[in-house]
């Protein structure tokens, strides 16, 4: 990756159309690695549009989308996470009654022989980069064994992103991720978005709540009805702006 | 949410181990269950007849011998459950395997030796549950039939095939060597349950040790996420239920093989009952959870239900009111559990 100083993701002049809707009108944004860039706009503003676009759900009718200087054209949300770009949904994509290893590796988990000759699950190699994973996320786990279903809503937001991180995701997107959570798990995740921010992962934020942007952006593009309305850097701007940015006027 | 949750990152993640003892026993109910009815019969073969119950060798074979059908099946529904979906078809799919098998055994009879003639019966049972388990898999996978409705339909199909191809009649064989599979013992173990033992601990294997085993479960608490993770989910299902048929079938051959005839009905009585030791050893039929052992516990459950109450001389229908209320009781624990380990 020589990508040392330029945008890992940059998104260059995107338009997409649904029948009479110009859903994204010449929007352009990017990402540098070690960076939180918060999308914010109201309802139908674009923000799911354009985060869509680059995730390989939809293609953009012009424009490009440029990740660590090469061009590229996802025809599926599987290739542009093969690609490094990784949207953690609300959802949250776990299986509640695997342990976290085995989310991590779900559908490429490791094998080893037993006796020699009878392939196993290697569960040692899923519990320790389990650990080791969240580890680096600053979340400590005692069981390793146990279902993520018994786990907290942020601690079950650190394992997605725990997944995406362990398979090298280069671009995480988060839609929404304190959205349905407690204060105290809302923190959690916040902190942990200013943890990948220092391992240098660049980061995707995509939130209704201005509180949260400026606790973690570093920059915020504003969207209203599919056009860019605004770039800010977090520190030249202040929530008002924000606000009039997002409903015109 | 846990209490822990209040604290800064770092230091939360410790699922309550009381909960999680909860969730221990629930898992282990059948066990438990078996425990009971242990206890029960034996006490009341001593107190009523003087007799030991389960000190008898003659006693624990028989009932072995009993819960292998019923737990042939349940084995591959154990698969299927988990992944949340159900296999309806299995009654029938047995019988269907036990009226080829019969049939491909006198047939190749003809110009075989007698023991390649049962080989060629034994191949010709297992191959023909391929088709109704593709069939069903197809159904599923590809049309998005729900799993109740596609192998209901698959229940209809394999009853009328199997009566058919037997001719509306049970098929004699007339084999030394299937004879002595079905009833000869070694070591004083009867075949059959040889047979079934090993089959189980390799499918024990399958479900726990396996990356198939691992997205069963994954596909059974959430297919989104396993459609996400990369696994191919029609191929998973289609799998799942061929393997199902595929257990219905060595059910269906040992079936022929132990009363040297097929019976198109041979498989009719142990569906529901096959499902009940599912249900019973653990799984849920949300999908999600189960282990083969626990489906073993929950065979044997009812294999000594229906065994102890003719034992001890209480009247044969009371075994489905036995068997009913420990269906009933066990899912009781099981939601119980849920309600309290889950956020």
Request: with cysteine; charged share 15%; hydrophobic share 50%.
């Amino acid at each position: 990756m020589a990508t040392e100083t330029g945008p890992i993701l940059d998104v260059r002049n995107i338009y997409k159309r649904f029948g009479g809707v110009q859903a994204l009108d010449d929007v352009s944004m990017n990402l540098y690695p070690g960076e939180v860039v918060a999308l914010a706009g109201d309802n139908g503003a674009g923000k799911s549009t354009l985060i869509k676009a680059i995730s390989g759900v939809y293609r953009a009718d012009e424009g490009e989308i440029v990740l660590a200087g090469e061009p590229v054209h996802f025809a599926s949300p599987e290739a542009a996470r093969g690609a490094g770009i990784e949207t953690i949904y609300q959802d949250l994509a776990l299986a509640d009654n695997l342990s976290i290893g085995a989310n991590i590796f779900l559908g490429r988990e490791p094998m080893r022989n037993m006796f020699g000759f009878l392939p196993v699950l290697d569960r040692r190699k899923m519990a320790a980069a389990a650990k080791e994973t969240m580890a680096r996320l600053d979340f400590h786990v005692s069981r390793l064994e146990a279902p993520v279903g018994r786990f907290s809503g942020g601690q079950r937001q650190a394992v997605a992103i725990g997944r995406a991180i362990y398979w090298n995701a280069r671009v995480l997107i988060m839609d929404e991720p304190t959205a349905a959570l407690g204060v105290p798990e809302q923190r959690k995740v916040l902190s942990l978005v200013q943890t990948l921010k220092t391992q240098g992962q660049g980061v995707i934020f995509i939130s209704h709540n201005l509180h949260d942007i400026f606790a973690v952006a570093d920059r915020i593009f504003v969207l209203r009805r599919g056009q860019l309305a605004g770039e800010r850097r977090i520190e030249d701007t202040n929530p008002d702006e924000v606000v009039r940015l997002m409903v015109g006027g | 949410m846990s209490a822990s949750s209040a604290a800064a990152p770092g230091t939360g993640a410790k699922p309550n181990a009381g909960l999680a003892w909860l969730a221990r026993i629930a898992e282990l109910r059948a066990w438990l269950f078996l425990l009971i009815l242990v206890v029960f019969f034996e006490t009341w073969a001593q107190v009523a007849y003087g007799v030991t119950f389960f000190g008898s060798s003659y006693n624990l074979q028989s009932i072995a011998v009993f819960a292998v059908a019923p737990l042939l099946l349940a084995l591959g529904s154990t698969f299927v459950i988990i992944s949340g979906g159900i296999d309806l078809s299995i009654g029938f799919v047995m019988g269907l395997s036990a009226v080829v098998a019969a049939h491909g055994v006198n047939i190749a009879g003809h110009w075989l030796s007698p023991f390649p003639a049962m080989l060629v019966g034994i191949v010709a049972g297992l191959l023909v549950t391929l088709v109704p388990g593709k069939i069903n898999g197809l159904l599923i996978a590809k049309l998005n039939i729900p799993p109740f409705i596609g192998t209901l339909g698959m229940f209809g199909v394999a009853r009328g095939v199997a009566f058919l191809i037997a001719g509306g009649t049970t098929v004699p064989v007339s084999n030394h060597w299937f004879a002595s599979l079905g009833n000869d013992r070694i070591f004083g173990l009867p075949y059959v349950v040889l047979v079934t033992v090993l089959f189980l601990i390799g499918m024990h294997y399958l479900l726990s040790q396996t990356r198939f085993g691992q997205h069963t479960y994954a596909l059974g608490a959430n297919e989104q996420a396993t459609i996400r993770a990369g696994i191919d989910v029609d191929r998973l299902k289609q799998r799942l239920y061929m393997l199902s048929a595929f257990c219905a079938g060595i059910g269906g051959v040992l079936y022929a093989a132990r009363f040297t005839a097929g019976a198109a009905q041979a498989g009719e009585p142990l569906l529901l009952d096959s499902i009940a030791a599912v249900v019973i050893g653990g799984a849920s039929l949300f999908g999600g959870s189960g282990t083969v052992f626990g489906t073993v516990a929950g065979s044997l459950v009812i294999a000594v239900i229906q065994y102890g109450l003719v034992f001890i001389n209480v009247e044969p229908f009371w075994q489905f009111v036995a068997v009913g209320c420990v269906i009933i009781i066990s899912v009781l624990v099981d939601q119980t559990q849920r309600r309290f380990t889950e956020r």
